[in-house]
């Protein structure tokens, strides 16, 4: 991935970050990259993310899914980091795939059971996984899942890949049932764990190239050092920090490919799980180009100066021609491709922004593949991790999180939880109609 910091400069933009305030967080960057690579040395919590390209093993992926192999679809049961790096690298290559991969990372009933009813189970594989293997949404999804396939007569104990730590329910599960199964690798939080067996069970299930997905993100790491001009993943990382100190609190995350809406969903979870901790952190927003041109634009380009607008610019792709008409006013689009008019809007709406002293910044791809994805999920997570420590934040945790889910056990029944109690004392200003 190449990145384009022109546009947060505070030459161009308000807030934005002058030249000599980049050289001078360079050092605390240079600082930062000693401590990720000391890290990722000594295989520390979280660091050991950034080591996956190397540690990961294509054939022991290719060995669990075997039995399944030849599946119409795949139905990934897991959420958040367990759900969101497999969905980001088959949904932006579903063109190339000739299996469905659906994602349960929901537990809406009706939802859930339109996928159910749909599928034919006897061709459908289940992808289940869970760093933690306690996961309500997980755990009760895939109970279903299991029953739906008993109900249809199909034996799921064939059909199941468990993806899971070396302990906890899931792990008794898989073991009881002798079932594929694959290890989420220690020190990798789910956030950051789409280039392991995370991630690329469902993307070997639908055919695609997990070595060039490695190799993309291996030669991301090759260009880790301790100077943001010279390594794309920290210019942005370094340049988000210093927006988000300047006031650009809000980060528009705006991939103009469809392919890539997943990814702003995945990075999503990146940028606010890793950072969002005392008191600090930058907002993830998701848009899509073109399509959010018309419905955000107005707020990005003459709202609140708190945003900056991460742009996704994903470089060749297959093309279709717009047909001539002899409507005068319409005649400019008959001599144009849609893929023209994407780049065109592309460059347009990143120039409007500028023109109105809006930061943004430009990720490049030169198409969407397997080893350019592999390279973007990399580099946004060295990014992601050369933020938290420059906020000097605990980038590998989430405590935040945990209070919701032991309420919602508790609500269940599934314990004594002081959380839950919490619930019913909720203030109520209601107004009926
Ligand atoms: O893989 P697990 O343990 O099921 O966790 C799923 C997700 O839940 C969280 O812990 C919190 O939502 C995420 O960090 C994680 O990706």
Redesign the pocket.
């Known amino acids: 991935m190449n990145v384009d910091i022109g546009n947060a400069l505070a030459s161009v933009a308000s807030p934005g970050v002058s030249r000599a305030s980049l050289e001078r967080l360079d050092e605390q960057v240079a600082d930062a990259h000693d401590r990720i690579e000391q890290g990722m040395k000594n295989h520390e919590h979280g660091y050991e993310a950034l080591n996956l390209p190397q540690r990961t093993d294509p054939d022991a992926i290719r060995a669990a899914v075997e039995p399944v192999a030849d599946a119409d679809a795949l139905i990934t049961v897991?959420?958040?980091?367990?759900a969101l790096g497999a969905a980001t690298i088959t949904n932006a290559l579903a063109d190339e795939s000739d299996t469905e991969a659906v994602y349960l990372d929901n537990v809406d009933p009706e939802w859930v059971s339109s996928h159910l009813d749909r599928l034919d189970l006897e061709n459908t594989a289940i992808n289940v996984?869970?760093?933690?293997?306690?996961?309500a949404e997980?755990l009760a999804n895939f109970l279903v899942v299991r029953d739906a396939f008993e109900s249809a007569g199909v034996d799921w104990t064939e059909r199941t890949i468990v993806t899971t730590g070396d302990a906890g329910p899931l792990r008794d599960l898989s073991d009881r049932h002798d079932l594929p199964s694959l290890k989420?690798p220690d020190g990798v939080?789910?956030?950051f764990s789409a280039l392991s067996a995370v991630g690329m069970v469902a993307a070997e299930v639908c055919g695609h190239d997990l070595e060039a997905l490695l190799e993309g993100a291996a030669a991301e790491a090759e260009t880790l050092s301790g100077s943001l001009f010279e390594c794309p993943a920290y210019a942005y990382g370094a340049t988000t920090y210093a927006l988000d100190q300047r006031g650009a609190g809000i980060n528009a995350m705006m991939p103009y490919a469809e392919s890539l809406e997943t990814a702003a969903e995945w990075f999503a979870?990146l940028w606010a799980?890793s950072l969002g901790k005392d008191d600090l952190g930058q907002t993830p927003v998701r848009a899509l180009g073109v399509t959010d041109q018309h419905s955000q634009l107005q707020l990005y380009r003459a709202g609140p100066r708190d945003k900056l607008v991460t742009f996704v610019s994903p470089g060749e792709a297959a093309d279709r021609s717009i047909p001539a008409t002899d409507v005068d006013d319409l005649a400019y689009l008959g001599d144009a491709t849609l893929g023209e008019l994407l780049e065109a809007e592309f460059e347009a709406t990143e120039a409007s922004l500028a023109a109105a002293g809006r930061p943004n910044v430009r990720l490049e791809l030169e198409r969407v593949d397997e080893y350019e994805l592999g390279g973007l999920l990399y580099g946004l997570e060295a990014a992601c991790v050369l933020a938290g420590e420059l906020y000097a934040v605990n980038t590998f945790e989430?405590p935040a999180?945990e209070w919701a889910k032991k309420a919602t056990r508790g609500l269940l029944g599934g314990g004594e939880f002081e959380e839950a109690e919490a619930v019913a004392e909720k203030t109520s200003l209601r107004v009926e109609r």
């Open positions: 897991g959420i958040g980091g367990s996984v869970s760093r933690s293997g306690t996961t997980t989420v939080p789910g956030r979870q799980e989430q999180v």
